[in-house]
């Protein structure tokens, strides 16, 4: 049980101290290395969601002596990108550098949409880390403790800058320094509680294991897709967003070949 509520922790310990910048720099985050750090949440989300997720399901389904051994990660991928894009239609948020509300209307402040946006991207990260750990609970022959230790370090790794990225403009957009840390802070509290779900679904249904790995890589690249991505490639300099998928793709790749 010790492991798990670490392996839940890391992730919103990354944003956490991340939001903690907010004590540390004076100025908001420049373009340039908010460009870099969009770029390195993306690589690091597109390698879990191969190494991590889909591949172990994969295997897990061909453990399971399912005929169509694509199947499960099929359906789970789909049906997980279909999840985050009607979070996304109904959820009001407004991404980094936009000045146009997704989502319903509503009259909620932009500092507000823009902590909503990072707290929806955050639910997929949750799944994954949960979904992973209950296949290491379930003793699944593919996810080893050291694999969902790896998963959730990348996710973390991740996860410092867009605490930072939440808590800094709050603070030049007049907030306290602590009320703008507790902001970057609470949009992470959202993975450990998704991984709690997950886990406690999973241990009613492990047939769908599988599924809900898929589940949780396609919600991940979803957000790669849909935000992080655009977001990266807007205005100049785009290719520091580039350097920054490829280091962050490597980097979790490596985590999860060589502790996994």
């Known amino acids: 049980m010790t492991n798990i509520t670490i392996g839940l922790l ?14 540390l720099l004076k100025d908001e985050i420049s373009p ?9 949440a993306s690589g690091v989300m597109v390698a879990a969601s191969v190494w991590s997720l889909l591949l172990p399901s994969l295997e897990m389904a061909k453990d399971q002596d399912i005929s169509a051994t694509w199947l499960p ?12 894009l009607l979070l996304d239609s109904v959820i009001p948020h407004l991404h980094i550098n936009s000045d146009e509300p997704e989502g319903v209307k509503t009259k909620l402040k932009k500092n507000t949409m823009l902590v909503f946006a990072v707290t929806l991207h955050n ?24 694999s969902a230790m790896a998963l959730s370090v990348g996710i973390a790794i991740q ?18 320094r ?10 992470g509290i959202v993975e450990p509680i998704a991984g709690i779900i997950t886990i406690l679904l999973i241990s009613v249904t492990l047939p769908i294991l599988p599924y809900l790995l898929a589940f949780a890589a396609g919600a991940m ?23 920054g998928v490829a280091i962050g793709f490597v980097l979790m790749m490596i985590l999860d070949v060589a502790l996994g």
């Open 123 to 146: 639910i997929p990260e949750g799944m994954a880390v949960g979904v992973v750990l209950a296949g290491m609970m379930e003793g699944v022959s593919n996810i080893s403790f050291a």
């Open 221 to 243: 690249i979803y957000v790669v897709v849909e935000e992080l991505i655009p977001e990266a490639q807007t205005g100049t300099h785009s290719n520091i967003a580039t350097i």
């Open 10 to 23: 890391i992730p919103f310990v990354g944003t956490v101290l991340g939001a903690a910048m907010v004590y």
């Open 32 to 40: 340039r290395l908010q460009k870099l750090l969009l770029g390195f």
């Open 178 to 187: 602590r009320k703008a840390f507790i902001s970057g802070a609470l949009s």
């Open 73 to 84: 990660a099929s359906v789970g991928f789909l049906a997980g990108m279909g999840f985050l």
């Open 159 to 176: 996860n410092f800058p867009e605490g930072a990225i939440i808590s800094m403009p709050l603070k030049s957009a007049g907030r306290s």
